[in-house]
């Protein structure tokens, strides 16, 4: 896939067949839009696109009140766009003028003369420029003055779905992990680095990673331990468990401790980048009197997720 940030010098995608959105968490109703932009480009011996926007519209127009978090760092966005097979994303930095831009002048400006599109994708419902202006009614209008093709993805594709981002942050903050990764249409994942801790997980014959997330935007699941599978840089792949939240057995800190203790593992990990997929709510996060109480609670988690978790990728 490449991945287009300037658009100074117009890249050449031949017959280019495009959608537009910001994709939080490339949810399966974003997925559905997408297998369409593929079959189609095939069709018409072109290639597909996704323009996009970071940071988020949401974040610039409203900069003190936005309160957003994102399902995806763009990182992960970029992978599993990737992993989708699309084959073009343009990531236009939006800023305050950009927003300003009117429908017109953007499929004027942008889609045809920048990008010569062929064919538009859109939702029936979706909206974009100044003052949500471009809709698909005035792509529709402008579709034979810049000779480009207008394909609807029809309200009853998209409402079957039943999906939205909002209903998915929602879900995670919840800690309803279930319904999270059904609308995502795979597990939730974290990624980060690995980063010195107080190794007191050591002591319970529990030694945990310490993941440090880069993007402070990123959501983060409700306070509690979660089973997970945790991807390695060599490639491997690993059972565990993940807890978030502030350790109130051991410690009360100002940040969150995001820990993931993988099984049967006892290599070092620091400084290596960890993805991790977040696949069923175990129990929210608990003070214990003392230690040993704390690793009795973990030998239970631990069988619950091995006799509970199967048929993983």
Not at 22 to 31: A, C, E, R
Not at 121 to 144: A, M, V
Not at 239 to 264: C, K, W
Request: net charge negative; aromatic share 8%; hydrophobic share 35%.
């Amino acid at each position: 896939m490449k991945v287009i940030t300037q658009l100074d010098e117009n890249p050449v995608i031949p017959n280019a067949v495009l959608t537009i959105g910001t994709f939080d968490g490339v949810h399966i109703g974003h997925q559905k839009i997408i297998n369409q932009l593929n079959t189609l480009a095939k069709q018409n011996g072109g290639e597909s696109v996704l323009f996009t926007f970071f940071p988020h519209p949401r974040m610039v127009i409203f900069p003190e009140s936005h309160g957003l978090k994102l399902i995806q760092t763009q990182e992960e966005k970029l992978r599993k766009l990737s992993r989708m097979g699309l084959q073009n994303v343009i990531v236009y930095p939006f800023t305050k003028n950009f927003s300003r831009l009117s429908g017109t002048q953007f499929i004027r400006d942008f889609l045809v003369n920048k990008l010569n599109v062929k064919t538009i994708i859109i939702g029936y419902d979706h909206q974009f420029g100044r003052n949500r202006e471009g809709t698909l009614d005035l792509l529709n209008e402008l579709s034979p003055v810049y000779g480009f093709d207008v394909v609807e993805i029809e309200a009853q594709d998209i409402d079957d779905v039943n999906v939205s981002s909002t209903k998915i942050r929602n879900a995670i903050s919840n800690g309803d992990i279930a319904t999270a990764n059904n609308y995502l249409g795979e597990p939730f994942q974290i990624t980060g680095k690995v980063v010195h801790g107080k190794q007191i997980g050591r002591t319970i014959g529990f030694p945990t990673a310490n993941i440090e997330i880069g993007d402070k935007l990123k959501l983060l699941p409700k306070f509690g331990s979660y089973a997970v599978q945790c991807f390695l840089e060599d490639g491997s792949k690993h059972l565990g468990m993940l807890n978030i939240g502030y350790r109130p057995t051991l410690e009360s800190p100002d940040t969150v401790q995001i820990e993931a203790h993988l099984f049967d593992f006892q290599q070092d990990l620091y400084g290596q980048n960890i993805i991790i997929s977040i696949l069923a709510y175990i129990r929210e996060e608990q003070k214990f009197e003392d230690l040993e109480q704390l690793q009795q609670q973990l030998q239970k988690d631990e069988i619950w997720v091995r006799t509970t978790i199967t048929n993983l990728d």
